[in-house]
């Protein structure tokens, strides 16, 4: 056995099963390396949601040929394992175009870099199919994801993930509980239940909600369950209800719009329209009035006109999010976007972006300055550099606060603390830890 290195780039998925990777590995008698340069087994595990991503990555294949040809002359071998969605995407362009890699394994073979490591793996019989592992923690995080399904059934038309990661399947729910459970003796503190379409959850007649409500019911030190990403037409009123109802469920979520505009919805294959989207968000904000809302949202797709994208930033008004995900649409080879009449140039949909950062930057600011009050509840996440008086944290509606702590009282990372919010500094709010400690 010798040392391993792990590069991972995109979703959050991609970082689950990195963590598992991992994890598999050192209890099998490999250690971790600090740096690349160190490895016996260079593993990158890619994204291909946007071609930025697999830019960056094809720069770094450049710095690992490098870094195995200088192993090589102090007679040190290094095998390179790319792995993810650009794995799935690009196979035999990667093999003719970086012969510096050795092993090519597709999502549904990540298992396969045991075997490649000497430590077994998957069957040659099970290698079109994806398999869940029993746990996705590192050790000693406070915060750790929860695969509960894999794939996509929707074909949004600009998307290439149901491509790359297959059709929907479900995990087991005694084998999610299970994990729940390890995490929370741990002394994990939130936990985020992943998905690419999280909310179609499906597993021998019980859906997300009653999943979501059996996860609730096993935790004991779990203070914040979350849920990654829930699509808007699968948002039913019984998940709305469990929300509400359940003091673990984070009243925080990410709800993808895409786009303000009925026709571009339409056009992106999303299934739902304009109103239906803003209906489902004032439904929820009334039950649940203390809900605040991340966005992911697209500008630029082919066809948008400026009033569409005028049509977005009002929606973006009417909900108020506190937090953003923005990007321009970004042409991936396969999906139905591609061939699309009224295609934008690149430096059209830049400026568009920009004007949808700059006016989002701008509103957010005003909505989270009248939120710096009261006192909250805080993850504590790590000691500021510019303060070592001061400590970073974020509340249950991911917010990051920098908080003077009480000497007599001091937390540690991963404690969760009563902090007074009093200012907005930039994104950042300020506090002062109070006596609690929870």
Sequence with gaps: MGKFFIETYGCQMNTAESNAIESLLVSGGWTSADRPEDADLDIINTCSVRKSAENRIWGRLGAFKHIKAERAKNGLSTALVLTGCMADRLKDELKNDAPQIDYVVGNNDKLRILEIAGLGGKTSSESDKYTFTKAYYKEGDFSSYV???NGCNNFCSYCIVPYVRGREISRCPEQILQEVKFLDSKGVREITLLGQNVNSYSYEGINFPKLLKMICDVCDNIVWIRFESPHPKDFSDEL???IATEKR???HLHVPMQSGSTRILELMNRRY????????ISKISRRIPEMTYAVDVMV????????EFQQTLSAMAQVGYIEAYMYYWNPREGTRACTMDGQIPEKDRQQRLQRLIDWQLENAARIKAKRAHGIQKVLVTQVSRDNSKQMLGRNEHGEMVAFDVNPSNMPKVGDMVDVEFLLLNGNTYTGRQTDGRI
């Design 273 to 280: 329209t304009r109103e239906r989207y803003l209906d489902l």
């Design 240 to 242: 709305i209800e469990v």
């Design 300 to 307: 630029g797709f082919p066809g948008e006109t400026e009033e």
């Design 249 to 251: 469920v984070a009243k």
């Design 147 to 149: 695969p509960i399904m």
